[in-house]
């Protein structure tokens, strides 16, 4: 993701001297580290350089990715010039030693350009004056050294021995320089003392530097020291939020926990009345089985009665002997009579049972309902 200018968040993180080394090899493995640009086609080294934040710089120059590849193996692969002088002057020979996951060095990764470039043929000097003739001879896996051509190899290899040479020559003409002047005649003690005023001058102007160099890393640390200081600022305040938040959601916890409590001591009285509701109709339930099995009972007195009253009308009907109703006939049509009434009496009594079993019933199904509401919420 990158703002207006195509800073990504590892551009801003390269002016920053507080990222933790740790934190850098983590972004390596997740992206392009030294490769993605910004608008100004630049890169979190690039920006790391302009800002003088040194912590990143010796962290983003050794930093590899998931391949093993630095900083200065993907400058050479892209032939990065600006890049690379950056890379050498930073890392200086460790850097350029180090292989990648296939044991290829940085100028492995150098592709082989016309020997007549001077840029290319610069580079690869540069590179063979900070590692020295032996980066020539580094091996990858597969046990090949960089692919330049011979004549490029033997063009540094004499100009690097040349040049050792010259300034063993010159080193040696200096000093005899020196001896003739300290034995010339009567001009000893004048060149003793130009040499020392020389020194003594070289030496003043070296200690400006030093001290113009101390004034500016003074100036760096102070800057460090309000970044940390800012920094800690940030983590106190966030820890303080942290801490309310906690704060905020053990209350919470504690309201849940307490409304779950409430829920399950209602659920037990539920269960209780729910249980007491189920005896009530089970007795209730056995009350009309028995009283079914009461106005069976009649029902089958009454059909008996009623076969019994049938023959004596038929009898009666057949002009059998007497004209009025003996005892016997009256006491089975009152009992005729009283068995329906008790009958019909019974009847009415479990028309009630089963509508009070019923209403019993709908409000033991309704108590469910809540119980089961309570539960889900």
């Known amino acids: 993701m990158q703002d207006g200018k195509g800073n990504t968040i590892l551009h801003q993180l390269s002016q920053q001297n507080y990222v933790s080394e740790e934190y850098w090899k983590i ?36 930093v590899e990715d998931q391949h093993g590849k630095t900083a200065l193996h993907k400058a050479c692969e892209g032939i990065e010039y600006d890049q690379i002088k950056m890379c050498l002057e930073a890392g200086g020979k460790e850097l350029l030693m180090k292989q990648d996951a296939e044991g290829n060095s940085a100028l492995h ?55 050792q040479t010259n300034t063993q020559q010159l080193l040696q003409a200096e000093i005899e320089n020196l001896k003739k002047e300290l034995i010339g005649e009567g001009k000893r003690g004048k060149h003793e003392i130009e040499i020392v005023k020389k020194l003594h001058e070289e030496g003043m102007v070296a200690l400006e530097e030093k001290e113009i160099e101390i004034l500016r890393l003074q100036e760096v640390e102070i800057s460090m020291k309000a970044d940390l200081d800012s920094q800690k600022l940030i983590i106190e305040k966030f820890q303080l939020e942290l801490q309310q938040q906690t704060e905020v959601g053990e209350k919470v916890e504690e309201a849940y926990l307490t409304r779950i409590r409430k829920t399950e001591k209602s659920n037990k009285r539920l269960q209780r009345g729910i249980f007491a509701q189920n005896e009530i109709i089970e007795k209730k339930e056995e009350k009309i089985m028995s009283l079914e099995e009461v106005i069976s009972a009649k029902e089958h007195e009454n059909i008996v009665l009623k076969k019994e009253i049938k023959t004596l009308k038929s009898k009666r009907s057949r002009g059998e002997k007497g004209s009025g109703e003996t005892p016997s006939k009256r006491s089975k049509t009152n009992d005729t009579t009283g068995s329906a ?20 019933k709908e409000s033991h199904a309704r108590t469910l309902t809540r119980l089961e509401n309570a539960r889900n919420s």
Request: hydrophobic share 35%.
């Open 109 to 163: 990764m150098l592709p082989t350009c016309c020997e007549s470039h001077k840029k290319h043929f610069d580079c690869v000097q540069d590179m063979i004056k900070f590692g020295g003739k032996d980066l020539l001879h580094i091996t990858n896996d597969e046990g090949d050294k960089p692919s330049l051509t011979s004549s490029i190899f033997q063009n540094i290899e004499l100009q690097v021995d040349s040049e």
């Open 341 to 360: 009434f008790q009958t019909a009496f019974l009847e009415s009594e479990i028309e009630e049972l089963i509508e009070e079993l019923k209403k019993e």
């Open 27 to 62: 972004l390596a493995f997740e992206t392009e580290i030294n490769v993605m640009r910004n608008k100004d086609d630049k890169t979190a080294l690039d920006l790391a350089y302009e800002s003088e934040t040194w912590n990143c710089i010796d962290i983003l120059i050794f």
